[in-house]
């Protein structure tokens, strides 16, 4: 399916076999002729990261460093203890680790990309201004909310012992507004015209720095077809993933950790998250990744690998290094695979 996402996508791109896939120029296709290599230049740590002791779980009493400033691929066969020292030692020694995952943002049906960027705020404020009313008007939290469906556009309907059903609020027609706030313009086009726009629509509309800033980071990780008024609730995991990176675009000297981040993603979902990862890195982070991806290994700048199989029988590091040395490691399942699958 394809080509890109959202309204871009939907279309059948390539059926058939495998053969006919890998030569159908498709992006699946593309990516299945490109061989994995190793990455050449590792980056130099600027410190490290002290555990020491694990003991966790299954962890055998392990004391590692982990690089800072550069990306660590933490890896192993399943349960042999990754997720333990990683995400729940690891934040023991440095509480300031931020976690990214594909888990929903907040629950809540009426959180959208403009919510939770904080520009829904601007984008209010700049309707008010333009036209001498109260912002409290573009909200569809408050004031501005249509009666009938209080702002959400949709009406549920519970059944008992059956799915709720959703409709399509019969009194805004699903524009969550009041005609009074509707009525009013910004450069000609109505609040709910605005949530409608997609992230690439809304970076040639506004050009207000405070707004273009934020739709610009999204715009960096992969978020332009997204309207600005979907409801988080209904994103990808891949798209929550991506959305919560792009608040940490212009951060630095922080520790993220993501735990197997390629689930769900397609290739080159994969490419362009290594890209947003190296962002990180290059601004100063540290970022520690878990995963069994091997297009994710193989761009390790430094590699720490667990095993050697799951429960009691793991827990011990089986290598802790270059990407380059852990091929020749013989004791390390992964680097089996890793010298099978990679240049
Ligand atoms: N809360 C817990 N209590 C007891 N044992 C646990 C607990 N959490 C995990 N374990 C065990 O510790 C071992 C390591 O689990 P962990 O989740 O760290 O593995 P992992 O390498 O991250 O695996 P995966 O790749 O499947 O996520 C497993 O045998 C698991 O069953």
Redesign the pocket.
């Known amino acids: 399916m394809g080509p890109r996402a959202g309204r871009n996508g939907g279309k059948i791109m390539y059926q058939g076999d495998f053969n006919g896939l890998v030569h159908s120029g498709t992006t699946t296709g593309k990516y299945l002729c490109t061989q994995t290599q190793l990455k050449k230049n590792v980056r130099n740590s600027n410190g490290w990261l002290s555990l020491k002791d694990a003991n966790l ?2 962890l055998k009493n392990i004391s590692i460093s982990i690089p800072k400033g550069v990306m660590t691929v933490v890896t ?10 990683i995400n729940h030692v690891l934040p023991k020694f440095y509480p300031e680790t931020i976690f990214i995952d594909q888990k929903p943002i907040r629950a809540s049906k009426r959180s959208n990309i403009a919510t939770f960027t904080g520009m829904f705020d601007i984008i209010r404020r700049l309707f008010s201004k333009a036209n001498n009313v109260k912002p409290a008007l573009f909200s569809f939290n408050s004031q501005g909310a249509c009666p009938n469906c209080k702002g959400l556009g949709v009406t549920y309907t519970d059944l008992a012992f059956m799915d709720t059903v959703v409709n399509v609020c019969e009194v805004c027609q699903g524009n969550r507004f009041i005609d009074e706030a509707l009525s009013y313009k910004l450069h000609g086009k109505n609040i709910s015209e605005v949530l409608n726009m997609t992230v690439d629509e809304a970076l040639d509309f506004f050009h207000e720095k405070e707004i273009s800033t934020v739709l610009k980071r999204l715009a960096d990780v992969g978020i332009t077809y997204i309207t600005l008024g979907q409801p988080l609730n209904t994103l990808s995991g891949g798209e929550l993933q991506r959305i919560k990176l792009a608040d940490e675009l212009e951060s630095n000297g922080n520790i993220y950790v993501l ?2 981040p390629t689930t769900g993603l397609h290739m080159s979902d994969i490419s362009q998250l290594l890209k947003i990862l190296d962002r990180l890195v290059e601004q100063g982070s540290t970022v520690i990744v ?1 995963e ?1 991806n091997l297009d994710v290994i193989s761009q390790a700048d430094w590699i720490i690998d ?1 095993g050697p199989f ?3 029988n ?2 011990r590091i089986m290598f802790e290094g270059l990407p380059k040395d852990l091929i020749n490691c013989n004791s390390s399942i992964t680097a089996q695979y890793l010298k099978k699958y990679i240049k």
Do not use: F, R, W, Y
């Open positions: 779980h299954n192993g066969v399943a349960g042999s203890g990754k997720s333990t020292l735990d197997e878990i069994h667990l799951a429960g009691q793991g827990g």
